[in-house]
């Protein structure tokens, strides 16, 4: 209890709230989890999976209606692009559930 008290403020209703958190963490089966993908590697995934589908940064901007430097900073890793931007890119490539393993 010290320690949930270190964490989460005072409020009733935040610590109501940090407490239902931890136990979402705690009892949360391991198929639940999410893992988190830096930038760079959300873009390497992009581009893998641009290139294996043959295709160039210019075609991939004109099928997904955004900007081709839209797609070169995504690919980059750098910007920061609204997320129905990022999945917008992600379903025109195919892909469902960003797995940098299986791209």
């Known amino acids: 209890m010290a320690i949930h008290s270190k964490l989460c403020p005072k409020s009733h209703f935040i610590e109501n709230s940090c ?18 993908m830096t930038q760079q590697e959300i873009g390497n995934a992009i ?5 294996k589908l043959g295709i ?15 797609v070169v900073a995504i690919e980059r890793g750098e910007g920061n692009p609204q997320l129905a931007t990022l999945l917008t890119i992600l379903d025109t490539l195919g892909i469902k559930q960003l797995d940098y393993e299986t791209v």
């Open 56 to 70: 160039n940064q210019q075609t991939l901007a004109d099928l997904a209606s955004v900007a081709v430097n839209t």
């Open 47 to 51: 581009k893998e999976r641009r290139k």
């Open 19 to 36: 407490h239902y958190l931890k136990e979402l963490l705690i009892f949360a089966p391991k198929s639940q989890y999410i893992e988190i």
